[in-house]
Structure formats: C-alpha cells, structure tokens
C-alpha cells in the first residue's frame, strides 16, 4: 500500500496515459479534421480546464474519472465522425434500429458527467443548502450545456451545411435536437440516483484532507 500521495501520482498518469493514447489514435487519419476538431474540442478544453485548476480546486477522483470516459466518448465519435462509429453500426444491425445511435450515447454523458461536476461545484462552495434543491440546479445546469451544445450545432448548420452533415449527425431524423437533450436529461438523473452515496462519501474524505 503506497501513501495517498503516490497512490494520487500514479492515478494522475494513468489518466494520462489513457487520455493521450486515444487522443493520438483518435487524431491520426480522421474521417475529417474540420469534423475532429469540432468534436474533440469540448475534450481538450475540458482537460486544460482541469489541468488549471488541478492544484486550487481538485476534483473527486469519481469525478475525474467520468470525465476520461467522457473524453473518450468524444473523441472516438470525432475521429469517425458519429453517424459511422462501428460500435453504433454493428447496434444498429444487431437490433434493426433505422440509425446509429452512438451519438445518443454522447448525449446521455453530456447529462451524465456534467451532472457530477455540477454536483461537486454546489455541494463543495455550499452554494444551495438543501440536497433536493441542489440535485434540481443540477438538472437544470446539464439541460443549459445541452442547450448550449444544439445552439452551437445549428451554427455549424448556418456557417457550413458540409460541416453540419457530419457534425450533427441527424441521419435523417426530425427530432434529433429534442432527442439529444431528452438524452442528456436521463443520463443527469441517471447520475444523481445512482452515483450520489459514492459521489457524497468522496466529497466528505476530500474535504478531511
């Protein structure tokens, strides 16, 4: 058993080592670069973001770890663009569904991640008293990103309906913009009901360091 401190060193490289191999892959040879760097974007702020406020604000290592799974959500959709990841094809075939749905799986982590990192912000600055009214600010936090995110796509929309057909991934579908955000809804309350108890018991040890 090593000390917190070298178990905290060793957890942070390996978040690194696996942020940095997708990355790599993820970049080199891309179905389209314009559609990649759309895509991986909100993964590589998100790190920078992390990476400032490491020292001042350290995140739960839960936390942490939702937002490599995230990381590489994004970045797995931005090198094959969402519309043609293998993964979503081969659901799609084995299930008869009409589209590849691994973007939804991007949409329900929009929700779902988000939610934690909202969640940590309230609870640790102690911005809302009561739990329910936090748990119902985070909900609505995670509806705003994903707002936000369809307000951005219907730009790409305007600027280039090239970029648009890869970058939204609607395939044809009419409710794609009130799918995604249902999506994201259900991974926020997802996130909340089942992860909340752990989620507490790391906020509480971090806070006794």
């Not at 997708?22 to 179905?31: G, I, Q, T």
């Amino acid at each position: 058993m090593g000390t917190p401190g070298t178990r905290e060193r060793v957890l942070t490289a390996a978040w690194l080592v696996v942020f940095c191999a997708v990355l790599a892959w993820s970049v080199f040879r891309p179905k389209d670069y314009a559609t990649w760097l759309l895509e991986a974007l909100p993964a590589l702020a998100g790190v920078a973001v992390l990476a400032a406020t490491r020292r001042t604000f350290p995140l739960t290592p839960l936390a942490y770890l939702l937002v490599l799974v995230h990381a590489v959500i994004l970045m797995v959709g931005a090198h094959y663009t969402y519309a043609d990841v293998p993964a979503g094809e081969w659901f799609r075939e084995a299930f008869g569904l009409a589209r590849n749905d691994y973007d939804k799986l991007g949409h329900l982590a929009q929700g779902f991640v988000p939610a934690i990192l909202a969640r940590e912000i309230l609870a640790r600055l102690r911005v809302v008293a009561s739990a329910r009214w936090r748990d119902f600010f985070v909900v609505c936090v995670c509806l705003a990103i994903s707002a936000v995110y369809e307000l951005i796509e219907w730009l790409v929309a305007l600027v280039s309906a090239q970029a648009a057909e890869s970058f939204l991934g609607t395939q044809g579908y009419v409710w794609d913009t009130q799918s995604d955000m249902a999506w994201a809804f259900a991974g926020a309350l997802l996130a909340l009901g089942l992860l909340g108890r752990l989620h507490d018991r790391q906020i509480g040890r971090l806070a006794s360091d």
